[in-house]
């Protein structure tokens, strides 16, 4: 009988063995919005993807301490039409059919709210990229990673700068696309002016898809405010951005969530100018070793100068790399450091390596909150561009926080 159970041991181990050294790669899963009203924001998060899928590979794959090789990264990945519905089924078949190791969300917080729920019943990780919600870290998750500041840091800048470049500043005008996401933000924000002794005369939000936004414009010229601060998401923003200009609304600060922060966003020309946005990230700051040094926390991975240039070799318009792109990549990056780190593709541990993860990136700075939102990101902070002109040409340029610019704030009242 001893034989019998020795034996069977053997051939246990054997085949477990056998079945871990059969792995040859570690498979993530994830949908994009090829099609639907999210494809510009999507497509260029696809590609910050594909450069970290690139940057991994080339390097032979991710190390795995446990079975002691390397193994390369496999996307596997849907179009989910923007659909929340499509996100629901295509999740589920990544986790049941596809075997995915690792999850990364689809674009936008409506989106990853869903896939994120997916996500939790199966205790698959999932880094939530393109989603600044803080709602979704408010329900008891466990498995799913922000990389993105979030919603309730998203628009407060916008506040302190008009503050700083008009100190008598008073009224602030909200409107907003009727999404978790920008909901969350001008909450927010909301809350945030009145803070500082701001009157918010107007808030107030419209539906997806809107495309005349003249009665609110009429409202914000009847009440004057010195600020405009919403929009949603590309599409709304940018259209948003063209009618106030058209309209002439005389305001010292324009600031869009989303749209101006899309190279795109230049097509709408002269109506571009003087806008700002929060952004996750631009390629002029000046986040580096240095950087990680003064904060006394790790580097990891490429350098900012190193993904413009495989940005521009993806993309071959020319155009610089925005924070969508950015995070595809550094979503890549702190899976590979966490999987690195816990040295096994093991989902408990590599989740306790997030969790205890505090490293400076191309990106920013990178930590989770394990407490009460947990999951949520807590490091990483929001700069802020302004469409200028430089020697003739719109370009987007840093303006906020004063230690980061790369300009100095211009009021929107130029424009007129």
């Given at each position: 009988m001893r034989r019998i159970l020795t034996l069977f041991l053997v051939l246990f181990l054997a085949f477990a063995i056998g079945v871990?050294?059969?792995?040859?790669?570690?498979?993530?899963?994830?949908?994009?919005?090829?099609?639907?009203?999210?494809?510009a924001e999507s497509d260029e998060q696809f590609k910050g993807l594909k450069i970290w899928e690139k940057y991994v590979n080339t390097q032979g794959g991710i190390y795995v301490k446990s079975l002691g090789k390397k193994l390369p990264v496999k996307f596997v990945y849907y179009d989910d039409e923007s659909s929340k519905e499509r996100v629901q089924q295509l999740y589920a078949r990544l986790i049941l059919n596809d075997k995915a190791d690792f999850l990364i969300s689809p674009y936008s917080s409506e989106l990853t709210a869903t896939a994120a729920i997916v996500a939790e019943q199966h205790k698959k990780i999932m880094l939530a990229i393109g989603s600044a919600s803080d709602s979704i870290f408010n329900k008891g998750y466990r498995h799913i990673?922000?990389?993105?500041?979030?919603?309730?840091?998203?628009?407060?800048?916008?506040?302190?700068?008009?503050?700083?470049?008009?100190?008598?500043?008073?009224?602030?005008?909200?409107?907003?696309?009727?999404?978790?996401?920008?909901?969350?933000?001008?909450?927010?924000?909301?809350?945030?002016?009145?803070?500082?002794?701001?009157?918010?005369?107007?808030?107030?939000?419209?539906?997806?898809?809107?495309?005349?936004?003249?009665?609110?414009?009429?409202?914000?010229?009847?009440?004057?405010?010195?600020?405009?601060?919403?929009?949603?998401?590309?599409?709304?923003?940018?259209?948003?951005?063209?009618?106030?200009?058209?309209?002439?609304?005389?305001?010292?600060?324009v600031s869009l969530l989303v749209a101006p922060s899309v190279p795109e966003f230049a097509q709408i020309g002269k109506a571009a100018l003087y806008v700002t946005a929060p952004s996750q990230w631009e390629n002029g700051v000046k986040y580096n070793e240095k950087a990680a040094k003064k904060l006394n926390i790790p580097w990891y991975g490429p350098s900012v100068a190193w993904f413009v240039k495989e940005y521009k070799a993806i993309d071959r318009s020319g155009k610089e790399p925005g924070y969508h792109a950015a995070a595809g990549l550094a979503a890549g990056l702190v899976l590979q450091r966490a999987i690195e780190t816990a040295g096994t593709l093991d989902a408990n541990a590599v989740k306790a390596a997030l969790e205890k993860m505090d490293v400076m990136t191309f990106y920013g700075r990178v930590k989770f909150d394990t407490g009460r939102f947990y999951g949520r990101q807590i490091g990483h902070e929001m700069v802020y561009l302004q469409w200028q002109l430089k020697g003739g040409k719109l370009e987007k340029l840093l303006v906020w926080p004063p230690e980061a610019k790369e300009a100095n704030l211009i009021s929107y009242k130029k424009n007129f």
């Open positions: 871990s050294y059969a792995k040859d790669s570690i498979i993530v899963g994830f949908t994009m919005s090829k099609t639907g009203k999210l494809n990673f922000q990389l993105y500041t979030p919603a309730s840091r998203y628009l407060t800048g916008a506040i302190d700068m008009l503050k700083a470049l008009n100190p008598r500043a008073s009224k602030v005008a909200i409107v907003y696309e009727q999404t978790n996401f920008a909901t969350d933000v001008c909450k927010a924000a909301r809350d945030y002016a009145l803070s500082k002794g701001l009157k918010v005369v107007l808030f107030e939000g419209y539906a997806p898809g809107t495309t005349d936004f003249t009665s609110f414009i009429n409202k914000i010229k009847s009440l004057q405010p010195d600020a405009v601060i919403g929009g949603g998401h590309f599409a709304d923003g940018q259209t948003l951005a063209k009618q106030l200009y058209e309209q002439r609304v005389k305001v010292d600060v």
